[in-house]
T-cell receptor, first 115, second 115 residues
């Protein structure tokens, strides 16, 4: 079945460092791909999305490119801030008929940014 | 502002007791979802509903029940049959059809613990 694999955390970086969080997927067809962010004690917020191959999603300095050939959707940011400390989830939406548009999530990657 | 409201934020269950978690949305979305989040894991789908008076089991439905009598509301009952209910529960909703690229929007979650 469809699945998402993220790099394990926690990831600890200094402020202004470059961030990469790897995400690869297995899916039938052409799923839509998402990155969500979760701050402590809160629900998930959509960070960015991409709906077809070679699409680049971007928001708040974060970017991710839908790579069909490597089945990847890695999250990147050029210069992280302390306020970016959170848990990041990669997810795909199944294209299998009658799955109700459900999301399949990776296990999450905790990011901690130190001043 | 439109959004998803989950209540209560914290809930405690005694042995053998059923508890109900509330989820209300004013986004006029047809589809609603319940996920369970355990520490260090991604979200797993419990139930989903694509339209009023209809719902389907997700990947971990055993020990849970739902209803969808109104478009705005999708309450989740954690029954006494759920032997390991301690978790963070997240409700989500989505507009458009099941094949659209609309993202899911999440509430702030309910943390359920066993007394």
């Amino acid at each position: 079945g469809d699945s998402v694999t993220q790099m394990e955390g926690p990831v600890t970086l200094s402020e202004e460092a470059f961030l990469t969080i790897n995400c690869t997927y297995t899916a039938t067809g052409y799923p839509s791909l998402f990155w969500y962010v979760q701050y402590p004690g809160e629900g998930l917020q959509l960070l960015l999305k991409a709906t077809k191959a070679d699409d680049k999603g971007s928001n708040k300095g974060f970017e991710a490119t839908y790579r069909k050939e490597t089945t990847s959707f890695h999250l990147e940011k050029g210069s992280v801030q302390v306020s970016d400390s959170a848990v990041y989830f990669c997810a795909l939406r199944s294209q299998i008929y009658n799955q109700g548009g459900k999301l399949i999530f990776g296990q999450g990657t905790e990011l901690s940014v130190k001043p | 502002d439109g959004g998803i409201t989950q209540s209560p934020k914290y809930l405690f269950r005694k042995e053998g007791q059923n508890v109900t978690l509330s989820c209300e949305q004013n986004l006029n979305h047809d589809a609603m979802y319940w996920y369970r989040q355990d520490p260090g894991q991604g979200l797993r789908l419990i139930y989903y509903s694509q339209i009023v008076n209809d719902f389907q089991k997700g990947d971990i439905a055993e020990g849970y029940s739902v209803s969808r009598e109104k478009k705005e509301s999708f309450p989740l009952t954690v029954t006494s049959a759920q032997k390991n209910p301690t978790a963070f529960y997240l409700c989500a909703s989505r507009g458009g059809t099941s094949h659209s690229n609309q993202p899911q929007h999440f509430g702030d979650g309910t943390r359920l613990s066993i007394l």
